[in-house]
Nanobody, 112 residues
Framework: VQLQASGGGSVQPGGSLRLSCAASGSGIINMGWYRQAPGKQREMVAVIRSGSTVNYGGSVKGRFTISRDDGKNTVYLQMASLKPEDTAVYYC?????????WGQGTQVTVSS
């Protein structure tokens, strides 16, 4: 499975961005987004399971929305009300029956 993420960039506080991640291959069960800020550990942002059950990290609840299009093997992360503390490299990931795959990361910078 290969992952191709897009949609990162720079935005002012309060702004919005949408990340996309297209996966090649088959057998995908869960899809999700993690992020890592400089000097911090990677943390879960949002995960959407097969059947569309979702989980969000506490700091993004109510601001971020994860969704998936199984026909396109693509996962999306709609980010709203962005804060400077959301600045990080965002990684998409997918879980199959065999292993977890990670994308290359896309930078999101929130700054005035």
């Amino acid at each position: 499975v290969q992952l191709q993420a897009s949609g990162g960039g720079s935005v002012q506080p309060g702004g919005s961005l949408r990340l996309s991640c297209a996966a090649s291959g088959s057998g995908i069960i869960n899809m999700g987004w993690y992020r890592q800020a400089p000097g911090k550990q990677r943390e879960m942002v949002a995960v959407i399971r097969s059947g569309s059950t979702v989980n969000y990290g506490g700091s993004v609840k109510g601001r971020f929305t994860i969704s998936r299009d199984d026909g396109k093997n693509t996962v999306y992360l709609q980010m709203a009300s962005l804060k400077p503390e959301d600045t990080a490299v965002y990684y998409c990931c997918v879980l199959t029956a065999l292993k977890t795959y990670w994308g290359q990361g896309t930078q999101v910078t929130v700054s005035s």
